[in-house]
């Protein structure tokens, strides 16, 4: 799996330039802009979590009985 960094890089290049860059052998485009942008909040809440810096959300759904 890429690495935050090289996603950032990727977004960088792609947002700059408008051609398209590889991370870990897959090829990106300005059409999967937002699988990379979706890559990097899937990188950066687990790099957030391992460090403590941002504690995991748990979601409730209400109901008119209460908490589910």
Do not use: C, H, W
């Amino acid at each position: 799996m890429a690495t935050l960094a090289e996603v950032n890089a990727a977004i960088t290049k792609v947002t700059d330039e408008g051609q398209s860059s590889t991370v870990d052998g897959v090829s990106y485009t300005r059409a999967n802009l937002a699988a990379l942008i979706q890559l990097q909040d899937t990188l950066q809440g687990a790099s957030n979590r391992a460090s403590g810096s941002r504690p995991t959300f748990r979601g409730y759904q209400f109901t008119t009985l209460g908490y589910d």
